[in-house]
């Protein structure tokens, strides 16, 4: 089992930016692929981000790319993403996936995180 913590969300305004900070406990020793996804009030969730184990194959969403930056640092089981450039259209709860075996871009994971909420004003 993976238990994930968010934080780094925050209200800014547009052309701000975040960091958001996943940090991962329990059986992280399984190569698991995270990623970042974000839900806003009456929408669908949305892929935001994905990096591999080796941090070698990444995936961003075409709304983010350019402007988002996904990382990690296995040896502190964390995973982070840059948010710079934010928008209002960014405003979303962002929550933390991994993923043994499923393609994370295509909603696939096991275990997620609570969330942090990151709101962004015109």
């Known amino acids: 089992q993976v238990q994930l913590v968010e934080s780094g969300g925050g209200s800014v305004q547009a052309g701000a930016s975040l960091r958001l900070s996943c940090v991962a406990s329990?059986?992280?020793?399984?190569?698991?692929?995270m990623g970042w996804f974000r839900q806003a009030p009456g929408k669908e969730r949305e892929f935001v981000a994905s990096?591999?184990?080796?941090?070698?194959?990444?995936h961003y969403s075409d709304s983010v790319k350019g402007r988002f930056t996904i990382s990690r640092d296995n040896a502190k089981n964390t995973v982070l993403l840059l948010m710079n450039s934010l928008k209002p259209e960014d405003t979303a709860l962002y929550y933390c996936?991994?993923?043994?075996?499923?393609?994370?871009?295509?909603?696939?994971?096991?275990?997620r995180g609570q969330g942090t909420q990151v709101t962004v004003s015109s």
């Open positions: 990096i591999g184990w080796r941090g070698v194959t990444i």
């Open positions: 996936v991994a993923s043994r075996f499923g393609p994370v871009v295509a909603g696939a994971y096991d275990h």
């Open positions: 329990g059986r992280t020793d399984r190569g698991y692929v």
